[in-house]
Structure formats: C-alpha cells, structure tokens
C-alpha cells in the first residue's frame, strides 16, 4: 500500500495577522492561521497551500469551492460548512469538527483525519484516494457513490453510515462500529470485517440465522 503523502510544510511561516487581508489574495501559501474565524461571506474560492491551521472556525453560507494543499488543521472548526466540489490534497486534520459539511462531489487525496467529528458529512460522490480515517466519530455519514482507493478505516465509529453503491472491497472495518450502516450488495464484495460484524451484514442480504 502506498504510503500517504503527509503535509509539507516550510520550516518557518509567515503569520497572519489580518486574516481579511489575507483572505483577499487570489492565493495564501506559506502561511500560519491562528484564532480566528475565517468568513467566506462573498462566496469567493478559497485557496491555501503549505499553511498551518489551529483554533480557526470557517463560516460560509452558500456552497463554496475550497482548495486546501500541504495544509495542517489543528482544533479547526468547519461545522456544517458547504463546500462540495472541493480539493484538498495532502492535508492532515487533527482534532477537527467537520460536523455536517457538505464535501459531495470533491477530490480528496492524501489526507489523514484524526480524532475528527465527521458526523452527518456529506462524502457523495467524492473521489478518495490514499487516505486514512483514525479514531473518527462518523455517525451518519452519506459514503454513497464514492470512489475509494487504498482508504483506511482505523477504530472509527461508522454506525448509522451509508455506502450506497460504494464498493468496498479490500476495505478494513474489523476494528471499526458498524452498527446500523447501509451498504448495497453490490458495495459488499471484497470487503473485510470481523465475525461479530459479518453476521450483522448477513441481515443486509435477506438472511437469517438459525441459532
């Protein structure tokens, strides 16, 4: 399995100290973002590369295109943010709330989620490449119609997740909860689990057990 690219950041950043005058660049790179709210109140693409991210909220309210490149959130909040069709490559979110953001339709490669809430996130037909789920709340999370490739699932609570016509084969939820999850039978080949799971999965298929 491929390696997943980690964020490459310079050794020194410059620090933002106006975060609306930085906002009004076509491209922020090099940056270091600490508390503060970022506000998209104009609609506007949104473009970071090679910055540090920590105690930042994002607000916006419409669906807004982000593009997020060599980034580190630390404690960021981007809570029911709409930002479906976006980019994020080679990105770590630690510690994040990205509760009910709407990623539908976007790019996702190289990113590594820990200890995130991504309760209730919308992933509906995004692309996710080389990327690892750890320690993640994921309740109610929309998978469907994704496009998976070398993807982790570590300790993840997944209950109450759907992945509607979203293969899952050579995907590892053994170690994950799955209670409730909804999965297609065309999603269930290849996929791995453990034995207490696979007879929960088993109801998926219309099967009952004799015990």
């Given at each position: 399995m491929k390696n997943i690219l980690k964020p490459n950041l310079k050794d020194k950043l410059n620090l933002c100290d106006n975060i609306n005058f930085l906002l009004k660049m076509d491209i922020i790179y090099d940056y270091e973002i600490n508390d503060c709210i970022v506000?998209?109140?104009?609609?506007?693409?949104?473009?970071?590369?090679?910055?540090?991210?920590?105690?930042?909220?994002?607000?916006?309210?419409?669906?807004t295109k982000l593009e997020f490149t060599n980034c580190v959130?630390?404690?960021?909040?981007?809570?029911?943010?709409?930002?479906?069709?976006?980019?994020?490559?080679?990105?770590?979110?630690?510690?994040?709330?990205?509760?009910?953001v709407d990623l539908s339709i976007s790019d996702i490669r190289d990113v590594t989620f820990f200890n995130t809430n991504l309760s209730f996130?919308?992933?509906t037909d995004c692309r996710i490449d080389y990327c690892a789920f750890n320690s993640c709340?994921?309740?109610?999370?929309?998978?469907?119609?994704?496009?998976?490739?070398?993807?982790?699932?570590?300790?993840?609570?997944?209950?109450?997740?759907?992945?509607?016509?979203?293969?899952?084969?050579?995907?590892?939820?053994?170690?994950?909860?799955?209670?409730?999850?909804?999965?297609?039978?065309?999603?269930?080949?290849?996929?791995?689990?453990?034995?207490?799971q696979a007879l929960e999965l088993v109801k998926l298929l219309g099967i009952r057990i004799d015990r």
């Open positions: 506000d998209n109140k104009d609609n506007v693409l949104f473009q970071f590369d090679g910055c540090y991210f920590k105690k930042v909220k994002f607000v916006s309210y419409k669906s959130f630390e404690n960021c909040d981007f809570s029911n943010v709409k930002m479906s069709n976006s980019n994020i490559n080679q990105v770590t979110f630690n510690n994040c709330k990205l509760y009910g996130t919308n992933f709340e994921m309740t109610n999370c929309f998978l469907d119609y994704v496009k998976f490739r070398e993807v982790t699932f570590i300790s993840s609570n997944l209950c109450l997740s759907e992945f509607v016509h979203t293969s899952l084969e050579d995907i590892n939820l053994s170690d994950c909860k799955i209670s409730g999850i909804k999965v297609t039978t065309d999603g269930l080949r290849g996929l791995i689990v453990n034995e207490f």
